[in-house]
């Protein structure tokens, strides 16, 4: 008989606690992240500490893909995130941006997903309640499934692409 996986889950209702679990997951990470977030106006990356914990999984993870962010527009980034700009260009190796086709906009669901284990979501790109966990269930499944198929429709973005001069 199959033991059935432990699924732990917490909720938040503010934009501070969904920052602190988006670091704590972040944190936990070994080799992935996943990501998708209308714009990260809410995330708090471009901090120092969320800075140094990207850099920290860029170091360590042996994965080419081992950060990939989805996006409605890149505009955010592009005016207000010189250092996450910088990160992401200088580890190109290992980190890709798109955006999703403008017909996936309706999407509203802002998620990470780390090591393919722990999740941090937001019900809506408009409210800051949401939840973090451990997923045994599937809902962590479906979330993946999801942004793999925007991901493969999605358009490559020029953030943190470096420029071949």
């Known amino acids: 008989?199959?033991?059935?996986?432990?699924q732990t889950e917490q909720t938040f209702d503010s934009y501070g606690d969904y920052r602190a679990a988006l670091f704590a997951a972040i944190g936990n990470a070994?080799?992935?992240l996943i990501m998708f977030d209308?714009?990260?106006r809410e995330t708090g990356l471009e901090s120092p500490q969320g800075i140094a914990l990207l850099e920290r999984l860029c170091a360590?993870?042996?994965?080419?893909?081992?950060?990939?962010?989805?996006?409605?527009t890149t505009g955010w980034i592009e005016r207000e995130c010189p250092r996450l700009t910088r990160l992401l260009a200088h580890h190109s190796h290992c980190t890709c941006v798109r955006t999703v086709d403008p017909g996936a906009r309706s999407w509203s669901q802002p998620f990470l997903i780390a090591d393919e284990r722990h999740v941090v979501t937001r019900?809506?790109?408009?409210?800051?309640?949401?939840k973090i966990g451990t997923d045994g269930a599937g809902g962590l499944a479906?979330?993946?499934?999801?942004?793999?198929?925007f991901w493969m429709n999605g358009e490559a973005s020029a953030v943190g692409t470096p420029l071949a001069l």
């Not at 008989?1 to 432990?6: G, H, I």
């Not at 360590?60 to 409605?72: K, N």
């Not at 019900?123 to 949401?130: E, I």
């Open 60 to 72: 360590q993870s042996t994965r080419r893909d081992a950060v990939r962010i989805l996006l409605h």
């Open 1 to 6: 008989m199959d033991t059935p996986r432990e």
């Open 123 to 130: 019900f809506h790109q408009d409210l800051p309640r949401g």
């Open 142 to 149: 479906l979330l993946a499934t999801q942004f793999e198929t």
């Open 30 to 32: 070994r080799q992935t």
């Open 38 to 40: 209308p714009d990260l």
